[in-house]
C-alpha cells in the first residue's frame, strides 16, 4: 500500500449503529487529519492529530469520536449519527515541522445514514 | 477570520481551450501558504501546487501555471490546451498559522470544471 488509504469505502448505517472508519498513511508523516465534505458545504477541518496528539477539534459534536493509537493510522468512530452526518469523510496526512507542506488525502468512506 | 473564494461554482468549456480558475483569499497572517487541489469522480484529492507568501513568482508546469498577487489576494490558476481528463472539482486553500506545526487548511467552495470533447 503507499499514500493514504480509507476503509471501508462506502458505509451505509441506521442512526442506532456504531461503526468506525480507518485511516492508514504509508508515507512517514507526524500529522494527520479528518475532513468532512457534503453537498452543501466546503471541505471542513474535523480533527487534527500531530504526534499522535489531537490539537485541533472543529466544534464537531460529540458523536464523532477520533482516535489516533499512533501516527501512521487514525481512526473515526461513529454513534448514533444524523441524517445530516451523510457525507464523504476524507483523510488526509502531512508532515508536522517548521515548514508548511502539503496534506496527502485518501480516497475517502462515502457515508450514508438512514 | 481566514477565507478562500472561488467564486466560479461551474464552468464548461470545449477540448484545447484555455480556462483559468479564481481564486481571492483573505487572511490577517503575514506568513501563510496557498494551495490548489484537484478532485477527480473517484474522491480522492491530488495535491497540484504549494506557495508560500513571500514567494510571488508565477510557476508553471507542463500545461498548469499559477498567477500569484498578493496585491489583490489572488491566486489563480490557468490551465492551457484544456483536455478532458482536467475534469474534476479544483479547490484552493489556505493555510493558517501552524498549530504545533500541523496546518489547519481552509478550503474555497471549489469550481466544477467540466471539458467537453
Known amino acids: 500500500e503507499t499514500g493514504v488509504t480509507q476503509t471501508p469505502r462506502h458505509l451505509v448505517m441506521g442512526m442506532t449503529n456504531k461503526k468506525s472508519l480507518k485511516c492508514e498513511q504509508h508515507?512517514?508523516?507526524?500529522?494527520m487529519y479528518w475532513y468532512k465534505q457534503s453537498a452543501k458545504k466546503p471541505l471542513e477541518l474535523m480533527f487534527v492529530?500531530?504526534?499522535?496528539?489531537?490539537?485541533e477539534n472543529n466544534s464537531v459534536p460529540s458523536r464523532f469520536s477520533p482516535e489516533c493509537p499512533n501516527s501512521s493510522h487514525l481512526f473515526l468512530h461513529l454513534h448514533t449519527l444524523q441524517p445530516e452526518d451523510s457525507a464523504l469523510y476524507l483523510c488526509?496526512?502531512?508532515?508536522?515541522?517548521?515548514?508548511?507542506?502539503?496534506?496527502?488525502f485518501g480516497p475517502g468512506t462515502r457515508l450514508t445514514v438512514t | 477570520a481566514q477565507k478562500v473564494t472561488q467564486a466560479q461554482t461551474e464552468i464548461s468549456v470545449v477540448e484545447k481551450e484555455d480556462v483559468t480558475l479564481d481564486c481571492v483569499y483573505e487572511?490577517?497572517?503575514?506568513?501563510?501558504?496557498l494551495f490548489w487541489y484537484k478532485q477527480p469522480p473517484s474522491g480522492e484529492l491530488v495535491f497540484l501546487i504549494r506557495?508560500?507568501?513571500?514567494?510571488?513568482q508565477n510557476e508553471i508546469s507542463g500545461r498548469y501555471s499559477w498567477n500569484f498577487q498578493k496585491s489583490t489576494s489572488s491566486f489563480n490558476f490557468t490551465i492551457t490546451a484544456s483536455q478532458v481528463v482536467d475534469s474534476a472539482v479544483y479547490f484552493c486553500a489556505l493555510s493558517e498559522a501552524e498549530i504545533q506545526g500541523a496546518q489547519k487548511l481552509v478550503f474555497g467552495q471549489g469550481t466544477r470544471l467540466t471539458i467537453n470533447p
Open positions: 492529530y500531530n504526534f499522535k496528539e489531537q490539537t
Open positions: 508515507l512517514g508523516h507526524n500529522a
Open positions: 488526509a496526512s502531512s508532515q508536522a515541522t517548521g515548514t508548511s507542506y502539503e496534506q496527502y
Open positions: 487572511t490577517r497572517d503575514t506568513t501563510y501558504y
Open positions: 506557495r508560500n507568501s513571500f514567494d510571488e
